[in-house]
């Protein structure tokens, strides 16, 4: 049975750092892409960054700059740095694992029906 399970969220000020982290068992992570997702009230699932298998990173245009997705696959831990906080960026932020995504040969975040793994989720709550 795979479990996905994240951490790392908490409350930070407006322009403050956190860096989240992303284990699982029953899944080694250099066999899928990973990505993180993040939902706030009121609003739909947003794709944030991704990572492939071979460590291909993509990411959304609103968190280009200022997040940076990495693993490490000896200890299948996955993580999101994340810098320049706002309090647009308050939300619960999801680990995800899948096939991967790639659109006209590039790799892409894709959309939460493209992974079939996700965590329970970890709330991020920026302050201004």
């Known amino acids: 049975q795979v479990q996905v399970l994240e951490s790392g969220g908490g409350s930070v000020q407006a322009g403050g750092s956190l860096r989240l982290s992303c284990t699982a068992s029953g899944l080694t992570f250099d066999s899928y892409a990973l990505a993180w997702f993040r939902q706030a009230p009121g609003k739909e699932r947003e794709g944030l960054a991704a990572?492939?298998?071979?460590?291909?990173?993509t990411y959304a245009d609103s968190v280009k700059d200022r997040f940076t997705i990495s693993k490490d696959n000896t200890k299948n831990i996955l993580y999101l740095q994340m810098n320049s906080l706002t309090p647009e960026d308050t939300a619960m932020y999801y680990c995800a694992a899948g096939a991967g995504v790639y659109r006209d040969y590039r790799f892409d975040i894709g959309s939460e029906g493209d992974y079939g793994y996700w965590g329970k989720g970890t709330q991020v709550t920026v302050s201004s």
């Open positions: 990572i492939d298998s071979d460590a291909t990173t």
